[in-house]
């Protein structure tokens, strides 16, 4: 059984910075990947940012394009997502989600969830 934990956000002022990490548990595919979304309040989960375990070709969501990046430590089956330049538009809560499809940005390609970190960015 897949286990994904989340942690690192909080609270941060426009402009700040935060680095979220997913500790993954019981991987079941080396190819698989993980990916970051996010969901404000009112609005559906939207795609973030995702790596494969075995690849250095990240995947951004454009609206954070140039402000975040996605990294992996397979030595410590952690993935991490750094934040800068933090808008009060990021406010959301965070999760990540491992997949072994081919399609990294679609949510509902995704088996395994994490609870959810919160990230609030103050104007």
């Known amino acids: 059984q897949v286990q994904l934990v989340e942690s690192g956000g909080g609270l941060v002022q426009a402009g700040g910075s935060l680095r979220l990490s997913c500790a993954a548990s019981?991987?079941?595919?080396?190819?698989?990947?993980v990916g970051w979304f996010r969901q404000a309040p009112g609005k559906e989960r939207e795609f973030v940012a995702a790596?494969?375990?075995?690849?250095?070709?990240?995947f951004y969501a454009t609206s954070v394009q140039g402000r975040f990046t996605i990294a992996r430590d397979n030595a410590k089956s952690t993935v991490y997502l750094q934040m800068n330049r933090l808008k009060p538009e990021d406010t959301a809560v965070y999760y990540c989600?491992?997949?072994?499809?081919?399609?990294?940005?679609?949510?509902?390609?995704?088996?395994?969830w994490g609870q959810g970190t919160q990230v609030t960015v103050s104007s």
């Open positions: 989600a491992e997949t072994s499809s081919d399609i990294v940005t679609r949510r509902n390609e995704y088996q395994h």
């Open positions: 790596i494969r375990w075995t690849s250095n070709s990240p």
């Open positions: 019981g991987r079941t595919y080396s190819d698989s990947a």
